[in-house]
């Protein structure tokens, strides 16, 4: 099994709608959780980091965290165009392996369209 | 620099040849990472340095994989006798500390094994 589980998509939504990408992980006492969105040929980039349990809220971002159920989710609110890319779910995990090496999900592909 | 910088971003080897790809990191930062991210795939993690001491070398896939960091700075990772299976995008990330979890990420090199 993989540490870290995304729904390759793609997913599909309209101007303005709201996008949600959903990600689970394997490691039950992982602490430290991201999204980076990448566009295609391009690097990842953060745009989200969570480490407690609840929403974390930035602009049109919000990420949710359940570590009783081992969940992790990205809200895009009023998406646009420029959000279409791919978005990676990254953990690290708890147990004593690198500190600060990531584990990635396949990553959802994400189309917005006008 | 501004951020992580990698070279090349695209080369091209025939079967059997070595390459060496460079990473810069950002200056100051103590962690670097090297992942490879394969086609429709997230990044795997190959190797980390902390300063120039290669703590953790267990994602490389073959004893033709090799990677340095001599003076704790600008990096290298090593491919002998290249294969078509080794043709992917390497990415070079690098952050603060260990303890920071946020890793930047550079543009990457794509290789072609041809």
């Known amino acids: 099994q993989k540490e870290v589980e995304q729904n390759s998509g793609p997913l599909s939504v309209p101007e303005g709608a709201i996008a949600s990408l959903n990600c689970t992980y394997s490691d039950r006492v992982s602490q430290s959780f991201f999204w980076y969105r990448q566009y295609s040929g391009k690097s990842p980039e953060l745009i989200m980091s969570?480490?407690?349990?609840g929403d974390k809220e930035d602009g049109r971002f919000t990420a949710q965290l359940n570590k009783a159920s081992q969940y992790v989710s990205l809200l895009i609110r009023d998406s646009q165009p420029s959000d279409s890319a791919t978005y990676l779910c990254a953990v690290i995990p708890g147990r004593g392996s690198t500190l600060g090496r990531l584990y990635f999900g396949r990553g959802t592909q994400l189309t917005v369209w006008p | 620099g501004a951020g992580v910088s990698q070279s090349p971003r695209y080369k091209v080897a025939k079967r059997g040849q070595d390459v060496a790809l460079r990473c810069d990191p950002i200056?100051?930062?103590?962690?670097l990472f090297w992942y490879q991210q394969a086609l429709g795939q997230g990044p795997e993690f190959l190797t980390y340095?902390?300063?120039?001491?290669?703590?953790?070398k267990s994602g490389l896939p073959s004893d033709r994989f090799f990677a340095e960091r001599p003076e704790g700075s600008v990096s290298t990772l090593k491919i002998q006798r290249t294969q078509q299976e080794d043709s992917a995008v390497y990415l070079c990330?690098?952050?603060?500390?260990?303890?920071?979890?946020?890793?930047?990420f550079g543009a990457g090199t794509r290789l072609s094994v041809l």
């Open positions: 990330a690098s952050s603060f500390d260990g303890t920071s979890h946020i890793q930047y």
């Open positions: 340095f902390q300063n120039e001491a290669q703590l953790d």
């Open positions: 969570i480490y407690s349990n």
């Open positions: 200056s100051g930062h103590v962690s």
